[in-house]
């Protein structure tokens, strides 16, 4: 793991930076029925194969890195603390895409917006307040967030 100075900015901390294990495989099995969310249907012991995860959220390994999350700036999109982002640096952002981003030596996580020729980094809560970048700030999106893995327990 990549040691990163944790920031803080809008209360949402980086708390490192990860990088996937390239060559490693972890097949796990993937059930032919799908689980019913309603009443529940008789089991199918049916295994359809093998998923690895790293094949089904990660599109480009070599440019693809993993970011923890700490904060509620963005609880409205569905990012929550302790979350798990999944990142790639070779995707161009686009309107409305959710980045991480540095700001003059802080990383956050934020939707890009554009209007009136001016760039916003805005939160997903209510709470907060959108960001405008500036020419005299040091800014650079590290890459888009393509997946967000976060824990019911």
């Known amino acids: 793991m990549n040691k990163l100075k944790v920031v803080e900015i809008d209360k949402v901390k980086v708390t490192g930076i990860l990088l996937p294990i390239e060559n490693l495989k972890l097949p796990l099995p993937l059930f032919l029925e799908s689980v019913s ?3 529940p249907s008789p089991a199918d012991d049916y295994i359809e194969g093998k998923l690895d995860l790293n094949d089904y ?3 480009n390994k070599l440019s693809t890195f993993f ?3 700490t904060g509620d700036s963005m609880k ?3 990012i929550y603390s302790g979350d798990l982002l999944i990142v790639d640096r070779s995707l161009t952002p686009k309107e409305a895409s959710i980045v991480i981003a ?4 802080e990383l956050l996580v ?3 917006h554009h209007e009136n020729n001016k760039l916003y980094l805005l939160p997903e809560n ?3 307040q959108a960001l405008e970048v500036t020419q005299e700030m040091n800014f650079d999106v590290w890459g888009v967030v393509t997946n967000v893995i976060h824990s019911v327990v």
């Open 102 to 105: 540095i700001i003059n030596g």
């Open 57 to 59: 959220l990660v599109r």
């Open 110 to 112: 934020k939707r890009m």
């Open 126 to 128: 209510k709470n907060y």
């Open 37 to 39: 969310a309603g009443f």
């Open 67 to 69: 970011v923890r999350v």
């Open 76 to 78: 409205d999109v569905g």
